[in-house]
């Protein structure tokens, strides 16, 4: 069975750009989630998504934002790229959402690099 | 919200030798997990854990809901657990909130 999907694997950008970045989670999970991974430091939660509903927003700005299709496979779009979006986006799926006995299981991730 | 604090931050070993990681919580949490991070930065489910005791092969966990901390013992280690490992807890929905991680070098 494939695991959590994302692509691209890596990319660079300047500063002002726009990215977009995809997740396809295990089949027959239905939540998603993002975080972001800055060098040296553990991920960030930035979204949650379930039911193609956002249901969870961490501390990141306005030009962050997602979203969820039918088939449950998802999107993180960053607007007007900063250096300090340089990072790691990992993606997470889990089978539901809401309940505490629920493992995430996170993709490879999508190194960004912002110039 | 709920704070995780791992330790230590850096350990190096020599093959063969043990090693015990520790996660404190600041709250209550029903979601623990244990990660591994590769140098190519795939994170790998080591435990779901909120409570309780598990092994898998060389490595086992133990996690002490009540007093908010949870142990990670690696066995007999090898060059290839080397990466840097992580404590995830969530209160609720889902939202993993991660520690700093244990950066491990494993020397032959």
């Known amino acids: 069975d494939a695991g959590v999907t994302q692509s691209p694997t890596h990319l660079i950008k300047t500063r002002g750009q726009h990215v977009t970045l995809r997740c396809s989670p295990i089949?027959?999970?239905?939540?998603v989630s993002w975080y972001q991974q800055v060098l040296g430091q553990g991920p960030q939660f930035i979204f949650q998504?379930?039911?193609?509903?956002e249901r969870g927003r961490g501390n990141f700005p306005d030009r962050f934002s997602a979203r969820q299709f039918p088939n449950y496979s998802s999107e993180l779009n960053v607007n007007a790229l900063l250096l300090g979006d340089s990072a790691l986006y990992l993606c997470?799926?889990?089978?539901?959402w809401g309940s505490g006995a629920n493992v995430l299981t996170f993709g490879a991730g999508s190194r960004l690099t912002v110039l | 919200g709920i704070q995780v604090e791992q330790s230590p931050p850096d350990l190096i070993l020599q093959e063969g030798a043990n090693s015990t990681l520790r996660c404190n919580f600041s709250?209550?949490?029903?979601?623990l997990q244990w990660f591994h991070q590769n140098p190519w930065g795939q994170l790998i489910n080591l435990f779901y854990?909120?409570?309780g005791t598990k092994q898998n092969g060389r490595l086992s966990a133990t996690t002490v809901a009540t007093e908010r901390y949870s142990l990670l013992y690696i066995s007999s280690s090898q060059t290839t657990d080397s990466g840097v490992y992580f404590c995830?807890?969530?209160?609720?929905?889902?939202?993993?909130?991660f520690g700093a991680g244990t950066r491990l070098a494993v020397h032959p």
């Open positions: 997470a799926s889990s089978l539901v």
């Open positions: 709250d209550s949490v029903n979601n």
């Open positions: 854990i909120p409570s």
């Open positions: 995830a807890v969530s209160g609720g929905y889902n939202k993993l909130i």
């Open positions: 089949s027959g999970h239905k939540s």
């Open positions: 998504y379930y039911e193609k509903e």
